[in-house]
């Protein structure tokens, strides 16, 4: 059975709340800002990328979960491929992924997935994350990773917008939008919520 280390929770303790990983959708496997959370695609295949960041209790991943929320009756995932042997278990929308050997961090951060994507329209489109099915963490609405150094250590993660996933505000890309700004919420509320 896995167990669950609550590596925020000491950083909670330790008064440093931002050390909890995050997981966003970016549109650049190298920058990792607000503004490559939006595209404007032309209609063609264009790649978007599952990242976790803040990775600094961490020095590599051994696999992750995450919910993909879009509207796929116009947003269609291609393909979906990640790193050092990457299998997923789940489908294009659905990641319970695991890695053949541990993916490293750079400067804190991973690339866990590249989805091939394709979108036709013009109006703005929203992309969200949510909890895998069926989650490792029962009871947690959000993405969760794997220690590479444990593979029994689960790590819930937050947002890179610094949203919450209870209070709907769980996006964290746009295609024809204006992308995600993050947000830094360090109250004890926000931070406690994501033990409940």
């Known amino acids: 059975m896995r167990k669950l280390l609550v590596l925020a929770m000491l950083a909670l303790l330790a008064g440093a709340a931002s050390a909890q990983p995050c997981m966003g959708m970016f549109f650049s496997d190298t920058e990792f800002t607000d503004e490559t959370?939006?595209?404007n695609p032309t209609p063609a295949p264009f790649n978007g990328y599952i990242v976790v960041q803040g990775l600094t209790m961490i020095d590599s991943v051994y696999g992750y979960e995450v919910g993909i929320d879009v509207d796929t009756s116009v947003v269609f995932i291609l393909s979906a491929a990640g790193p050092n042997g990457w299998t997923n278990f789940g489908d294009n929308v659905n990641h319970l992924a695991g890695f053949g050997t541990p993916v490293p961090a750079t400067d804190g951060a991973v690339v866990l997935?590249?989805?091939?994507?394709?979108?036709?329209?013009?109006?703005?489109?929203?992309?969200?994350?949510?909890?895998?099915?069926?989650?490792?963490?029962?009871?947690?609405?959000?993405?969760?990773?794997?220690?590479?150094?444990?593979?029994?250590?689960?790590?819930?993660?937050?947002?890179?917008?610094?949203?919450?996933?209870?209070?709907?505000?769980?996006?964290?890309?746009t295609l024809h939008g204006v992308g995600i700004t993050a947000t830094e919420d360090h109250s004890l509320s926000s931070v406690k919520s994501l033990f409940q």
């Open 37 to 39: 959370t939006n595209i």
């Open 113 to 173: 997935c590249t989805l091939n994507m394709l979108y036709s329209g013009v109006s703005e489109i929203e992309i969200a994350y949510g909890p895998a099915t069926p989650p490792s963490i029962p009871g947690f609405n959000g993405p969760v990773i794997v220690d590479g150094a444990d593979e029994d250590v689960l790590l819930q993660c937050g947002l890179t917008n610094g949203g919450s996933f209870d209070g709907g505000d769980n996006v964290v890309a």
